[in-house]
């Protein structure tokens, strides 16, 4: 036999309030998803800035020292300030400039993203004038230096993009 309270019967009176729970849990959900979703997204938006501030920074340190500046460094230096990023290697080995930059997340349990670039020219033959009979036309073809972007890497914490 059941008891009734009010106009609920007991089954019904056990049940009160539970639609409420299944929402407040629903609600958790979703914002801790959304959460999960914007760490996320800031970490590659931060991942891509570090890697194209490093090319950037390691493209001007390179054109400046094949312009003959003395100190390429200070390029690469003030473009990577530029960006908002830090500056936490830039070496020349020969003609390549080498550069390692982190950029801040905004993120708290995300540490800094690095990005690492190395630019410098890459011959494209020999470094020569050669003529080139074409008809009864003298053409002259220059091999000259190319710059390019040889790596670009990024790190984030344990996961390598």
């Known amino acids: 036999m059941m008891r009734r309270y009010g106009n609920h019967s007991a089954r019904r009176a056990s049940d009160c309030g539970s639609g409420s729970m299944a929402g407040v849990v629903l609600i958790l959900c979703i914002a801790l998803s959304l959460t999960v979703l914007v760490a996320v997204g ?24 094949n312009r003959g500046r003395s100190e390429p460094c200070l390029e690469a230096a003030r473009i990577v300030a530029s960006n908002g990023a830090q500056l936490l290697r830039c070496d020349m080995d020969d003609e390549d400039a080498w ?10 349990f995300i540490p800094p993203i690095e990005g690492r670039s190395r ?10 004038i050669e003529p080139a009979l ?15 972007l ?3 890497t990024s790190g984030w914490g344990l996961l390598v993009w």
């Open 119 to 128: 630019a410098g020219p890459e011959m494209c033959g020999a470094a020569f």
């Open 42 to 65: 800031n970490g590659l938006i931060c991942m891509n800035r570090a890697r194209n501030t490093a090319d950037a920074a390691a493209l001007a340190a390179a054109s400046a020292w």
């Open 134 to 148: 074409s008809g009864h036309d003298l053409a002259v073809q220059a091999h000259v230096p190319a710059f390019t």
């Open 150 to 152: 040889g790596e670009a």
């Open 99 to 108: 550069v390692d930059v982190a950029v801040r997340t905004m993120v708290a």
